[in-house]
């Protein structure tokens, strides 16, 4: 039996639900309106954190914003798969700094490893 939570097995989860609600043919893969609603998770996720919510409400905001981005892919059809190893292969590479007392990992200085 396949792994239900392997990363193949999830996005043909969302495969079968951008199709089962034909979101290609009724504007739900339009990546403008996909945004929108990516901002209104991010949003829902904030108020789980900024308000002390239980980490369950959190953990399901952040299952809807994993599932847009899934569906990004789709609906952009990209590999997502492999952007995640290819960043993390770049990410990977850069230093930390602490900023405000936060670790911060990011291509402070510029060039091939943004």
Do not use: Q, W
Not at 4 to 14: L, R
Not at 66 to 84: K, P, T
Request: charged share 30%; proline share 2%; with cysteine.
């Amino acid at each position: 039996m396949k792994n239900p939570d392997s990363f193949s097995a999830m996005m043909n989860e969302v495969r079968a639900f951008h199709a089962k609600h034909r979101f290609a043919e009724l504007g739900g893969e339009d990546m403008v309106y996909r945004v929108s609603l990516m901002a209104e998770e991010l949003g829902e996720i904030s108020a789980c954190v900024t308000k002390g919510k239980p980490k369950e409400d959190l953990a399901e905001e952040c299952a809807d914003l994993l599932i847009l981005l899934l569906g990004n892919a789709i609906a952009a059809d990209f590999d997502l798969a492999r952007a995640f190893r290819e960043k993390m292969a770049k990410i990977n590479r850069r230093g930390s700094r602490v900023v405000s007392g936060r670790v911060r990992v990011s291509n402070f200085g510029g060039g091939e490893n943004a």
